[in-house]
């Protein structure tokens, strides 16, 4: 059905004058210019990689939460992904099929009982107003998982979106290296393009050529704008750039250049959490790594990742702008806020273990907040999916999985809500998925099984 050039031209067509017409009825120049470079994007990936249902799944990336636009375009989001879905379904050419021990669709079983478990929680205890919104954003989670799985299950797909994920952040990334040499020669805010409305924020400056910031920290005197790139805030966009870091690697992408990049783009989101989950990742997999082959590179791989551990910590408590001291001077609020909740969730697990009382109305920030909020079932489920995860690739051996995965854990484990964060749990179903056939190392009843008539 969308097999040929011609029939995947047709639909970008289609989705270009859908942009353009929503671009007029929004007025709005910075919209258009960015709707147009992804746009652009998308279709570049195409062309590259031949997967019309990956590039119609990066078009919804940053339609979906915990992303720029997924506060208000949310469901256009679940829309694009089911047409990508029905655009794998329905392929004429055979494709090798997804079998490993761990297929996408387990981390779907897990996540839609999470979703259960939340909703039918929330039809006891919540008011119908919280209760209709549990259930559309779980519903439409769920959605969005269910048909990335499908997508998943076809090699040439899985493998367009993993590069295509990693390939959106590295432009996005670069974007923010050009911006920064920009400020450099003409200052901070120069080169301003417009606005760019970013999550629950609102409109936030847009620079050139297509760095989106949020919010701004006083480094040395300076009021430095914070990079947030697809996220709908800075943090997120460490998550990602973090996760494309060790995701590059396990597509094959092992560009010196390209993880300059993202490390820049980390680092230009100020986000004290991102940074630090980062370093604590980077070290874990170096001390881990297998180039340790004898007693003393393992303990000078220990000492020096006890030291950068160490540097780490300094940065993310000492450091002007990154640290907590300084961050506690700008958003003391915030942070206590955040500490707060983390306290309440702690006490929850003992007082609340199912969530509810007064605890429950700090929010849940993270994984260990979230046990005030939607009780300790929620934290073991999403606990669940990632731990399985780890095991799997574990087993396959594949380099920069564990990585990727541990990033995305912490991040949530740390500073970011793990409710809405649709995203995240696809980008964990991307490492979970077998890419390029089977792994390094596993054994031969996991390698894929080709259909009749492919090599």
Known sequence: MFEGRRGASV???????????????????????????????????????GSLSGALLMLAF????????????????????????SASAVRKTPAR?????MPPWWIVAVLGSTGIYVVGRSALVDSIAQFDLEARGWLSTVVVLFGTAVVLRNSDDRDGLAKGMVALI??????????????????????????FPVGRIGPQPVYFPFTVTASRLSIFGLSVPRFTGLGREPGW?????????????????????????L??????????????????????QYVVSKRHQNAATLYIGIFSGSVAIGLAVWVAVSAPGLGLDAKQDVNASSLSERNDATSAGLNAIVEHPFGGGS????????????????????????????????IVVKRGSSSGDVGAIL??????????????????FVSLMVVATRLDGCPRGAPARYLAVPERGVA
């Open 407 to 424: 990033v995305l854990f912490l991040t949530l484990a740390t500073s970011q809500p793990p409710a809405g964060a649709t995203w995240v």
């Open 359 to 390: 605890a429950q109305n700090v929010g849940g920030v993270n994984l260990v907040a979230s046990v005030a909020v939607y009780g300790i079932p929620f934290v073991v489920l999403i606990c669940l999916a990632f731990a399985w995860s780890l």
């Open 62 to 85: 940053p339609l979906s939460r915990p992303n720029i636009l997924g506060e208000q375009y949310a469901l256009v989001a679940v829309a694009i992904v089911l047409l990508a879905a």
């Open 263 to 284: 490390v820049v783009g980390l680092l230009g989101t100020l986000s004290t959490g991102g940074f630090a989950v980062f370093v604590v990742v980077v070290v874990v």
């Open 11 to 49: 639909v970008l067509l289609a989705i270009a004058a859908s942009c353009v017409a929503a671009v007029v009825v929004a007025q709005s120049l910075a919209l258009f210019i960015i709707g147009l470079i992804v746009l652009i994007l998308t279709s570049a990936m195409y062309r590259v990689t």
């Open 237 to 261: 966009m460490a998550m990602y750039a973090g996760f494309s870091y060790f995701m590059a690697v396990r597509i094959g992408w092992t560009s010196f250049w390209l993880r300059l990049v």
């Open 97 to 101: 099929l997804t079998t490993s021990v």
């Open 170 to 195: 590295g432009v996005l990334c670069a974007s923010y290296v050009i911006t920064l040499a920009i400020w450099v020669v003409g200052g901070l805010g120069s080169a301003r393009l417009g606005t």
